[in-house]
């Protein structure tokens, strides 16, 4: 029997120049850095699967803005990825949850030197993440 591809959520919530990352604690991509995200559950809102699993894995609430964009993972099981900017309370310190080994707040030129999952930063800059955070971090030093 022909399975469909496995529908999932992602996060890019962005503070103070840093992204929040979790290091996968089981496959797929375990030991790999990537944004906190994971399935979405028979019945449930892509918005709720996205706070949920944010919660799950980092122990921070987060408000979900808009969408960020969409990829695939092809291969057995095929992904479909959709990924929503949001936003976290000023204070919220991230603690590793259910699947993930880690989880923190990156600083966006540390990005680049950790073991991240494949296309992590070709999709971030495709989509201008990177870019906007960087110029409102700049932006928020100068006031």
């Known amino acids: 029997m022909k ?3 496995v529908v999932a959520v992602g ?3 962005l503070k103070q120049g840093a992204l929040l990352m979790v290091q996968r604690g089981r496959e ?5 850095w990537s944004l906190p995200g ?3 559950e028979h019945g ?3 918005v709720d699967a996205v706070a949920r699993e944010v919660k799950e894995e980092t122990g921070i609430d987060i408000e979900v803005v808009e969408l960020a964009g969409i990829f695939e993972v092809p291969g057995d099981p095929h992904f479909v990825v959709l990924d929503y900017v949001a936003t976290a309370a000023e204070g919220a310190h991230p ?3 259910e699947d993930a080994a880690q989880a923190r707040w990156v600083p966006l030129d540390e990005i680049s030197e950790l073991d991240c999952t494949p296309r992590l930063m070709e999709t ?3 989509w201008e993440v990177l870019a906007a955070a960087e110029e409102d971090s700049a932006g928020s030093t100068q006031e």
């Open 11 to 13: 996060a890019v919530v």
């Open 44 to 46: 449930e809102y892509l």
């Open 28 to 32: 797929p991509a375990k030991g790999q």
């Open 124 to 126: 971030l800059a495709a």
């Open 38 to 40: 994971g399935r979405v």
């Open 95 to 97: 603690r590793p949850g």
């Open 3 to 5: 399975r469909g591809p």
